[in-house]
Nanobody, 126 residues
Framework: QVQLVESGGGLVQAGDSLRLSCAASGRTFRSYVMGWFRQAPGKEREFVASISWSGGGTYYADSVKGRFTISRDNAKNTVYLQMNSLKPEDTAVYYC???????????????????WGQGTQVTVSS
């Protein structure tokens, strides 16, 4: 069982940066692949980024590649999402999620993630 709590969201202007954090409970954090998803009003939840157990592997949606960076600190049971050059279209509720397997074919599929946080709101004004 893993419990996830996101923080770091807020209201920023286009071009600004934010860093989201996701704190996980339990001693098995390092056993999980961690991902970030987002959901804008009226839209489906979409994949943003994921990171392997050790942090050596990362995978990004094309829409955020080069602007967002996912990282993790297994000693702190925390995964981060550094978001730079934010755009109004990045506005959404951001969720972190955990899954046991690293498989590129299923990385974007929210149904393959076992645990979810409650989400944190990110709003980017133009």
């Amino acid at each position: 069982q893993v419990q996830l709590v996101e923080s770091g969201g807020g209201l920023v202007q286009a071009g600004d940066s934010l860093r989201l954090s996701c704190a996980a409970s339990g001693r098995t954090f390092r056993s999980y692949v961690m991902g970030w998803f987002r959901q804008a009003p009226g839209k489906e939840r979409e994949f943003v980024a994921s990171i392997s157990w050790s942090g050596g592997g990362t995978y990004y949606a094309d829409s955020v590649k080069g602007r967002f960076t996912i990282s993790r600190d297994n000693a702190k049971n925390t995964v981060y999402l550094q978001m730079n050059s934010l755009k109004p279209e990045d506005t959404a509720v951001y969720y972190c999620a955990a899954k046991p397997n690293w498989a590129i074919a299923t990385m974007r599929s929210s149904s393959t993630y076992d645990y979810w946080g409650q989400g944190t709101q990110v709003t980017v004004s133009s």
